[in-house]
């Protein structure tokens, strides 16, 4: 562990350390016109308007707004001793800075402050255009900058879409700083081979940029320089355009250099040619083929003699009782409402238009080789993949506490699970994520029984309900160093907006496996291989994957409405399988057949359009707003001692064992030291926690999770949170939530709290010491988190081996005369007196969401246990007036004879 990787800071990001400076220059000079001049305390504010705009510049160079002209003004002012004039700038511009309303109005600023003169239609027209900024990396005076902007503003016509900002940066390290910090950025374009190292950076960002300074810029030579910022805009930011410009000749540019590009242009071609291409790249990700589509057949006079009375809404508006519906809904849904895959619209199961196109970008979106739009949910595209790669007989290792959806795959097509157990969490009732260590024994086990063969695929899920997240890169090296033609599949319902911000999608299923793909073909790679085999003793397992052997095969299915801006069910499944097309094409499109509806709901499939058009054009920016919002929460919740009296935000050291978090990080903020920086972490640790989820333990208000949901956050507040324990509640931050929101949960909590101090005044003794009791109860008494223990050996897959027939035992109870209930509180004498009880039937409680007991599985003690103390009042699979639903003896025995 090394405690010196991890650097705390006072703001968790650049933009709140930004607007809170802003927000204090505003006081500051406001204070300044109402000083006496020449007193104590005119000088003490003219020091921190000099320290402030001091800072501000070393944050602003990177920013299209205020601007090197505007901070300019704000300096002639100051040092003119004009502070009317510069208080009412500053006021200015940090209400166009906090409330985003500058890039509404940016283009009016930008016009005023040159001094340039636009035709009227054009000025109308500006408010109405989407704003961008383009990054231009060239080591350019400030004149030549000048003319630069000066160049491709003239070249604007009130017909464009979107207007946009130009921003430049000398150095590399400068431009990659802009992109860490500018989410504005939708447009890089580098110029020639501009200088490697920055001229220096201002103190006060230095904390935000260690991503950047600790890149790799080595090249062969300084004319590589321009294609390796490429490459490197592309690592960070890969939704951008990047184009470049070059006197290098055709024949003399590498392949890289022309993949790593959209364009490349020579410096004797017209600057109009790059205004046009650069608008035309931005129109390409804003285009929405499908959506775009149906509003057009949306608009079109159409006779219905075909299904779907509710088409056109006539069966709706028409009628007298049902009106309302129609009025709640609008016209616009049911004329979008049609059976067609005709008249400019198409058809998802063989798709040759609009949602082909829209498919397309959602691959280039995603980073997949392959991407396919669900319109019934994850549940369902987990059962497509499942379907399309599984053989009956096939080996599956699951992590036992995955969604039910995959549970109910594997008895579909008859795959043999070996189920994997996360580490327990037992202080608040959770689980964790499966170790990489423990697949690795489950695989060289398989390995040694003779058994490796028939392994198919791993199933994990990342991130985890409670924010878990491995580290995908790492597992899957280690994993194909043993089995090298392995499946993956990454059940990223949650994960959706996590290829859109930069330390997160380096743990995504796309991302590892494009990285994972060019470093095996890599002649270094092959260096580093045979280095490592001469070094490894007889019989010795390799710790790397064979290069001439492996073959990357990733799958990961999003729930796009969970986390992204579609409708209930939209989901996506993203592919990165270097044999699809030769092995798995033709199946999964058959799979993909047998779970998809001929009727498509079409609203579904235009809003994973839209979607991926907003993430792509403002991904970067939301996801990391969402990733501050859940910040901003966990310091108001530690820093209020009212609310910590109550309530504590749980952290990556209550998640996390310390042997998994090689960086040492425990904790994102204290009010103590700040923020830490999580980069480190998410670099190298084998898990990590998604601050966006915030896992608040309740145990101190001795109300459980359901009651707390219920009675609290639902009843008094209509808050909605997703998950529960028995002693915590779960919040979670997406890119919809608001400031607004934040704040209305904060002072929810502190309503609850008062509440709860002004009931602990008004108990009597007895009433005081049930009280406590339960707070014990939910703080010190922590029931026993089970394992998966094992298969009966009448549904051993093979025998001593992991792995059983999930299938079998599922379909043996389809006949009734095979089970018997038991009721719960007999099983322990029951197995006492030596009978092996076994599970007909998927078990699973809510939460926590998984199947505690699946059909074949023997019931433990442990199990039992967990089950009595479970103070849930939903378990799928279980009667408690019957009890457990469990094979008889009879029926045991005929099928362990059959396999012997």
């Not at 209305?744 to 406590?772: G, Q, S, V």
């Amino acid at each position: 562990m090394n405690e010196n990787k991890i650097k705390s800071t006072a703001y968790y990001n650049i933009r709140q350390l930004r607007v809170d400076f802003w927000n204090k220059l505003k006081i500051v000079t406001s204070e300044l016109t109402h000083d006496k001049k020449g007193s104590a305390n005119e000088k003490a504010q003219k020091q921190k308007v000099e320290e402030l705009l001091k800072d501000l510049k070393g944050v602003e160079c990177f920013f299209a707004f205020p601007g090197k002209d505007r901070l300019q003004k704000l300096k002639n002012a100051f040092l003119s001793n004009e502070y009317a004039s510069l208080s009412h700038l500053v006021d200015e511009t940090t209400k166009l800075l906090v409330g985003d309303s500058y890039r509404s109005s940016l283009e009016f600023i930008t016009q005023e402050e040159h001094n340039i003169e636009l035709s009227g239609e054009y000025q109308e027209d500006i408010e109405r255009k989407d704003h961008f900024e383009v990054l231009f990396v060239d080591n350019i005076s400030e004149q030549e900058e000048t003319k630069l902007n000066l160049s491709l503003r003239l070249l604007r016509s009130s017909n464009d879409k979107f207007t946009y900002g130009v921003v430049v940066q000398t150095t590399l390290q400068d431009a990659m700083i802009a992109l860490l910090f500018n989410y504005n950025i939708q447009a890089v374009v580098v110029r020639y081979a501009p200088p490697l190292n920055s001229n220096g950076f201002a103190d006060i960002i230095k904390p935000y940029i260690e991503q950047v300074t600790k890149l790799d810029f080595s090249c062969e030579s300084e004319t590589d320089l321009g294609p390796l910022v490429g490459k490197l805009i592309k690592q960070f930011r890969s939704e951008l355009d990047v184009y470049y410009v070059t006197d290098t000749s055709l024949e003399h540019l590498k392949n890289s250099t022309l993949k790593d590009f959209r364009r490349i242009f020579y410096q004797t071609e017209d600057i109009q040619e790059l205004h046009l291409t650069i608008m035309q790249g931005i129109m390409e990700r804003y285009n929405t083929p499908f959506f775009s589509a149906l509003v057009e057949y949306s608009q079109k006079p159409t006779g219905v003699f075909h299904a779907m009375p509710i088409s056109r809404g006539n069966s709706v508006f028409k009628s007298r009782w049902i009106n309302d519906f129609g009025d709640f809904y609008g016209r616009n849904l049911f004329l979008a409402e049609t059976s067609s895959t005709t008249g400019g619209l198409d058809s998802l199961l063989q798709p040759t238009g609009p949602l082909k196109k829209a498919q397309e970008l959602a691959r280039d979106a995603y980073g997949s080789l392959n991407t396919y739009f669900v319109t019934n949910g994850t549940s369902t595209a987990n059962k497509i993949v499942m379907q399309a790669l599984i053989q009956p007989g096939d080996v599956v290792l699951i992590d036992r506490d995955c969604h039910i959806s995959h549970h109910y795959g594997l008895v579909l097509v008859g795959a043999n699970p070996v189920y994997m157990d996360s580490y327990p969490i037992e202080e608040y009732s959770m689980y964790g994520a499966v170790p990489i260590e423990q697949i690795k024994t489950k695989l060289l086990q398989l390995k040694e029984g003779g058994r490796l063969d028939k392994v198919k695929m791993i199933l994990l899920t990342n991130c985890t309900f409670d924010g878990l997240v491995y580290n995908v890169e790492r597992l899957m090296e280690e994993v194909l160093a043993i089995k090298p033609d392995m499946v993956f599949l990454w059940d990223e319902a949650w994960f959706a907006f996590a290829g859109f911000a930069y330390n997160y999608k380096q743990r995504t299923g796309m991302y590892a496996a494009k990285k994972l793909h060019e470093k095996y073909k890599s002649r270094n790679y092959l260096l580093q291989y045979n280095e490592h085999i001469k070094g490894l003793n007889d019989g010795e397992q390799s710790l790397l994957p064979d290069p001439d052997k492996v073959r990357i095969r990733v799958y990961a299915t999003q729930s796009s409405h969970k986390t992204l801006s579609s409708f209930r069910q939209a989901s996506m499944i993203h592919i990165w399988d270097e044999d699809f097309r030769r092995k798995t094409e033709n199946l999964f499109i058959e799979a993909y057949m047998t779970h998809t509806s001929t009727s498509p709901n079409y609203q579904i499939l235009a809003s994973l359009d839209v979607g991926r058009r907003q993430v792509q054009l403002e991904g970067f920016e939301l996801v990391e707003k969402s990733i501050e919002l859940a910040m901003v929460l966990r310091a108001k919740i530690n820093d209020n001692p009212q609310l910590s009296k109550y309530f504590d935000v749980l952290t990556a050291n209550d998640f996390i064992p310390d042997e998994f978090r090689q960086t040492g990080l425990n904790e994102y903020y204290t009010k103590k030291e700040g923020w830490n920086r999580m980069d480190e972490a998410w670099k190298n640790d084998e898990f990590v926690l998604d601050p966006t989820k915030i896992t608040l333990n309740i145990g101190k208000t001795g109300v459980d999770g359901d009651t707390f949901k219920n009675k609290y956050l639902m009843d008094k507040f209509n808050l909605q949170i997703n998950k529960t324990s028995r002693n915590t509640v779960l919040f979670m931050t997406n890119i919809g939530t608001t400031r607004g929101s934040i704040t209305y949960l904060t002072n929810a909590l502190l309503t609850i709290a008062d509440e709860l101090d002004d009931e602990l005044m008004a108990m009597n003794t007895k009433e005081r010491e049930i009280r406590e009791k339960r707070i014990y109860s939910l703080t010190k008494e922590f029931p026993g988190l089970p394992d998966f223990s094992y298969f009966h050996p009448a549904f051993k897959a093979a025998p001593n081996i992991p792995g059983g027939n999930l299938r079998k035992a599922y379909f043996l109870a389809y006949d009734e005369d095979n089970y018997e209930y038991i009721p719960l509180n007999e099983c322990l004498s029951i197995m006492e007196d030596g009978r092996l009880l076994v599970a007909s039937t998927f078990v699973t409680p809510y939460p926590p969401g998984f199947p505690v007991l699946v059909p074949g599985q023997v019931v433990s003690k442990e199990i039992i246990n967990f089950m009595t103390v479970l103070d849930v009042s939903e378990i799928h699979g279980y009667r408690a007036d019957l009890g457990l639903r469990l094979f008889n003896e009879k029926v045991l025995n005929n099928h362990i004879d059959k396999t012997k």
